[in-house]
C-alpha cells in the first residue's frame, strides 16, 4: 500500500479512520444480529394467530365450548291435572368439528309438577361452514323425570333444531329448540282417584346458551 506523502501524522489520522470505520461496520453487524432473533420471535407469533383463526375455520375447533343454556320446558300427555312446565339450565360441552357438530349436557329442570334431571349425547348436522349456521339434529338423555306422577327413571330421545352465532370467535351463543320423548312409563300415585293410570310424557324444550 502506498501511504500519502504528507507525512506520520497523515497516517496517524488515516489508522484512526479506519478503525472508526471498522468499529462502526462490527457495531452494525452486531445490532443486526441482535434484531434477526427478535423479529424472528415476532413473526410465528403472528403466524401463530392466523394459523389459530385458519385451523378453526377449516379443521373444526380442538376443545370443546364450554357452556351454560337456560330455558324452559312443556310436558304434554302428562299425568298431572294442569300441562306441566318447569325451569332450568343446562351445562354443556359443543365439539365443532366443522362438518359436524356433537355435544355432552347435563339438564337441570324444575317447576309445578315438573321435574327433569338428565344427562346425554347429542349430535347436529350444521347446515352452513361460517361463523353463524343454523343446524339440525337430536341424541339421548338418560334421567329422572316427573310430570305430574310418581316420576320415573329412563332414556329420552330428543330432536332438535337450532342457531349458532360465534364459531370462529371466542364467545359463542346459541340458541334451540328441541323435542323430547320419555320413553319409560310413569305411574299415578295410588292416592289418587285413579291410581294404576301412566303416561308417557312428552314436549318442547325452549333454551339460550353461551358458551366460551
Known sequence: MVWPRTGKKSRRAYHRA?????????????TATALVPL??????????LAADRSGR?????????????LGGLVA??????????????????????????????????????????AAGLGAYYP??????????????????????GDGTFGIIPFAAVGLLVGREGYIQVRAELAWFVALSHED????????GDSSRAHGPMLTLGLAF
Not at 423479529?39 to 401463530?48: C, E, G, L, Q, V
Open 127 to 148: 347446515f352452513l361452514p361460517a361463523n353463524i349456521t343454523p343446524y339440525l339434529g337430536g341424541g339421548l338423555k338418560v334421567g329422572w323425570t316427573r310430570f305430574g
Open 188 to 195: 299415578r300415585p295410588a292416592s289418587t282417584a285413579r291410581p
Open 18 to 30: 479506519m478503525r472508526s470505520t471498522l468499529a462502526l461496520a462490527l457495531a452494525a453487524v452486531t
Open 39 to 48: 423479529r424472528t420471535r415476532a413473526a410465528p407469533s403472528d403466524r401463530a
Open 57 to 69: 375455520q377449516e379443521g373444526g375447533r380442538a376443545l370443546p365450548w364450554l357452556g351454560l343454556r
Open 76 to 117: 304434554v300427555n302428562s299425568l298431572a291435572t294442569n300441562t306441566p312446565t318447569a325451569g332450568g339450565a343446562s351445562a354443556y360441552a359443543l365439539f365443532d368439528g366443522r362438518d359436524f357438530l356433537a355435544d355432552v349436557m347435563a339438564d337441570f329442570y324444575f317447576g309445578d309438577d315438573a321435574r327433569l334431571v
